[in-house]
Structures are given as structure tokens and as C-alpha cells.
């Protein structure tokens, strides 16, 4: 015949926490993997956002180029970095800030295609910032009656282009990105970012660059 042993309070206790601890482990476990699934989801959706936001910055620089083509310029775009990129001969005389007169020209119809392409529904408030960027080559500036140094030449050739474009077409003043800041922005970084360190080319490095930045994503809301 069997013989029944019962339990003694002390080992059912034991059971019973046993039973709790791995309840406990299987329910954090259930939330571990439900978090790791909305991150999982969250950065899926914010890395699609940013090669759509890349995707759309290409399409719009695009634009803006066969737009200028129109009127035989021939700007350069730099697509891994958002750049549209104007020679600086184009527009300004060696060592000088002012702009000349086909420079001028030049500025003023890219006013009229800067302001209609950033109007398109495809492309309304998806630009954050367009940094208008001076660059000159490391030729020093000596004795110059307006200029120190390259940094005040790169600078203040920025804000002419910024303040020409914003005179040809005053609407640009009004362009406001999504959280409500102006688009525009300017700076000067004298010799300090050159696209060639080969002496015969220097002359690629004398620019002004128009760097777009896109609205940067936004959490999903599920």
C-alpha cells in the first residue's frame, strides 16, 4: 500500500514562492519584449523618415538646378551633403564682397526658384535651415582697406548673397520652418572646409554653398 506524505507548511510555502518568482519573470519577460518591439518599431519608422527626408532634399536641389538652367546657370549640387554650390567667381571679384553684376543677376532669379520650389506642397515645411555658406582659398588677404583675414571676406560675402536674395525677392523674409524659425541662416568659414587641397585648384574652394537641412523625424505616435 502507498503511503501519502503530507506537505509541510514550510515546503508549500517554498512551492508557492517558487510558483510567484516565475510568474513574475515570464510577466517582466512579456514587457521586455513588448518595449523592445515599440523601440524596434519606433526606429524603423524614424530611419524610414530620414531616407525619405534625404530622398525629398535630392528631388528638391534637382529641381532648384534645372530650374537655374533655365537661365544658363549652371550651378553645382553636392547630394550626400544637401549642397547647392555657386563658384564664387560667379558672383564676386577676387578679394571682394560685393557682388558684381552678372553675380547680381545671377542671385536674383535664383530668389524667384529658391522661393517657388520651397513653396510646392511636395516640399512646404519639410526644410528646417538653408545655411548660405562663405568659403574662400587659403590665399591670405594683406593690406586690405575692408577685409583682416579671409574669415571677415567668407562672412561678409554670405551675408551679401543672403541680404541680395532676401532684396530680389522680399517673400523670402516671410519663409518660416514648421516650428515657426526663419529658414535662413549665414557664416563664413574662410579657408577652413576646403572641397581640394590641390594647389592648381584651389580656385574650387572660393564658394558659396546653400546647405539645406530637413525637419528632423518625429516619434511615432502609436
Request: net charge negative.
Amino acid at each position: 500500500m502507498k503511503r501519502f506524505r503530507m506537505k509541510s507548511s514550510q515546503e508549500a510555502d517554498g512551492d508557492a514562492f517558487s510558483t510567484s518568482l516565475s510568474d513574475l519573470m515570464a510577466g517582466l519577460l512579456g514587457v521586455f519584449v513588448l518595449a523592445l518591439a515599440y523601440f524596434m518599431l519606433n526606429v524603423g519608422d524614424i530611419q524610414n523618415q530620414y531616407t525619405g527626408n534625404t530622398e525629398k532634399r535630392n528631388a528638391m536641389l534637382k529641381e532648384i538646378k534645372a530650374e537655374m538652367k533655365q537661365y544658363d546657370v549652371d550651378i553645382q549640387i553636392v547630394e550626400d551633403q544637401g549642397i547647392i554650390r555657386i563658384p564664387a567667381g560667379v558672383l564676386f571679384e577676387s578679394g571682394e564682397a560685393d557682388i558684381n553684376g552678372e553675380g547680381a543677376e545671377h542671385i536674383n532669379e535664383l530668389s524667384q526658384v529658391l522661393y517657388r520650389v520651397l513653396q510646392e506642397d511636395t516640399y512646404k515645411n519639410s526644410v528646417d535651415t538653408i545655411f548660405i555658406e562663405g568659403h574662400t582659398d587659403s590665399d591670405p588677404i594683406e593690406n586690405h582697406p575692408r577685409y583682416r583675414s579671409n574669415w571677415d571676406l567668407s562672412t561678409e560675402r554670405a551675408i551679401n548673397t543672403l541680404t541680395k536674395l532676401e532684396e530680389d525677392n522680399e517673400s523670402l523674409k516671410q519663409l518660416k520652418n514648421a516650428v515657426g524659425n526663419p529658414i535662413f541662416s549665414c557664416s563664413g568659414y574662410a579657408d577652413t572646409r576646403p572641397v581640394t587641397t590641390d594647389e592648381e585648384r584651389k580656385a574650387e574652394n572660393r564658394r558659396i554653398d546653400l546647405r539645406f537641412t530637413m525637419m528632423p523625424p518625429k516619434e511615432s505616435s502609436r
